[in-house]
């Protein structure tokens, strides 16, 4: 069967259109691709360039009583924050209860604060084991003050001092958690402040 130079051309033609219209569409799929990658790079340089900054002074008013100066200092075109949760954090180790019973529960030593401060309770909206404060909203350029506290030894502690138990966290910084909100945009922040030198009460 003969086939015609024209018939040819034509086969060609629809080929190099094919072609051409695939190479087309993976162009258009890698503009898009290349789009929201750079969408996303934006998306989280403009979020690290948000990224609430603050400053902290704990001072010790006397009898392990503290006040925690909590200041936003920036950045200036972040305004304000709707809501900053802060909170003591634990130490790092694993505090398991190897014979719970009615003088401790695991849940006790879930809720009990292993650090040398925790909040002062019932203050500002603090719960009764001190973790942290309610929640509070601050624009650039102001703080706020929240109380704070020694913290004990845990009622099974037997025998353990004040003394001995705030000697195990000397030299050791004070962990604090700030989860913290501006509409929808949401910052965790992780920040450790100076432990002040434990002054036993005389």
């Not at 209860?97 to 003088?103: A, E, F, I, N, R």
């Not at 009622?155 to 050791?172: D, I, N, S």
């Amino acid at each position: 069967m003969d086939i015609s130079w024209g018939e040819i051309t034509a086969s060609i033609t629809a080929v190099a259109s094919t072609a051409a219209a695939f190479l087309a569409w993976r162009t258009s799929v890698r503009s898009a691709e290349t789009a929201d990658t750079v969408a996303r790079i934006e998306e989280q340089r403009w979020r690290a360039d948000l990224t609430p900054k603050f400053t902290f002074d704990l001072t010790e008013t006397g009898n392990g009583q503290a006040l925690l100066d909590v200041h936003l200092e920036g950045p200036d075109f972040l305004g304000h924050l709707d809501s900053i949760s802060i909170v003591v954090g634990n130490d790092d180790r694993d505090h398991q209860v190897l014979h719970p019973g009615p003088d401790v529960t695991q849940e006790e030593v879930d809720a009990f604060v292993w650090w040398p401060y925790r909040f002062s309770p019932n203050a500002n909206g603090t719960d009764e084991h001190g973790r942290g404060p309610a929640p509070f909203d601050l624009a650039v350029g102001t703080g706020t003050r929240r109380a704070m506290q020694r913290t004990r030894p845990g009622h099974w502690m037997t025998g353990k001092t004040q003394g001995a138990w705030q000697g195990e966290y000397v030299g050791q910084s004070v962990r604090l958690v700030l989860t913290c909100w501006r509409g929808d945009e949401k910052w965790v922040i992780v920040r450790r402040i100076a432990n002040p030198p434990f002054a036993p009460s005389v």
